[in-house]
């Protein structure tokens, strides 16, 4: 059965996506994109730079993998609009994960700021994925304004507490006819796994991989688990019951005297 995932035009087989950062090095990084198989990968605009002649991040994404620009730094509406127009006028495309943080201690995703940067880049043309506190309302008008997905967080950003907002994110599944991909905060695979049962139509992670003994083989574990937990919710999960019932006959399999 082909599930795939279609956003833009695109169809995206692996619901997995990773981040990029935190990772040792690029090599790291790309043996655990390639054995993950994802196709989207999110890169923050401040580590692309195609004219120097040390290192590009670029050069280390496996041939086939969208690459999504995050405007990681930016601290208002203005700030995300700017790095997406030079990600795009950098030859980066026009895939962005709007990401305006100005709270320095929780570092939670403003909303608002969220909004307006929306608004103003889906007019332009450029695929927007907001990241976003789980919010109905901000959500409802994040997608009359064009958004292709909002990006709920799990829990704080890199604090690998799993999935903390599961009953808001739920209200999104049920109530936006977008796609919902849980971002931020998972960290373990059973975390992603939870997410795709509840219907979001995929997760991103980053630093649990990224930090973990080995993120090669966490990749794996994370990209394993979304198809598991994808799997179940399109299969159907049975609903659970208030009392006990026995999986077999608890009479009729001895000789039973009349």
């Known amino acids: ?55 590009n991040i670029l050069d280390y994404i496996p041939k086939g993998c969208n690459v999504m620009i995050n405007t990681s730094g930016a601290r208002n509406a203005d700030e995300a609009v700017r790095i997406a127009r030079l990600a795009k006028a950098a030859g980066s495309g026009n895939w962005i994960k709007i990401e305006v943080v100005k709270d320095n201690k929780y570092l939670l995703p403003d909303n608002i700021e969220t ?48 999935l903390r907002t599961k009953e808001l994110v739920e209200i999104l599944v049920k109530e936006l006819s977008i796609p919902v991909i849980v971002d931020a905060g998972l ?8 997410c795709m049962e509840l219907g979001c139509a995929a997760v991103l992670v980053n630093t649990a991989i990224a930090v973990s003994r080995d993120p090669v083989g966490y990749a794996v574990a994370f990209s394993k688990a979304v198809e598991a937990g994808r799997l179940a919710y399109v299969t159907g999960i049975p609903s659970s019951r208030d009392n006990p019932e026995p999986s077999s006959p608890l009479t009729g399999f001895l000789r039973e005297e009349s």
């Not at 995932?5 to 695109?10: F, N, T």
């Not at 960290?187 to 939870?194: I, K, V």
């Open 187 to 194: 960290g373990r695979p059973s975390d992603a796994c939870t």
């Open 115 to 162: 909004l307006k940067a929306t608004e103003i880049l889906a007019k332009e043309g450029f695929v927007v994925f907001p990241y976003m506190n789980p919010d109905l309302s901000i959500a409802r008008r994040m997608l009359e304004a064009g958004a292709a997905a909002v990006m709920p967080l799990g829990s704080p950003i890199g604090t690998n507490r799993g």
């Open 1 to 55: 059965m082909e599930d795939s995932l279609k956003i833009a035009g695109k169809s995206i087989a692996n619901r997995f996506f990773i981040g990029t950062g935190k990772f040792s090095s690029y090599e790291v990084m790309k043996k655990a994109l390639a054995a993950s198989k994802v196709d989207v990968a999110t890169v923050a605009l401040r580590r692309v730079d195609t004219r120097s002649k040390e290192e």
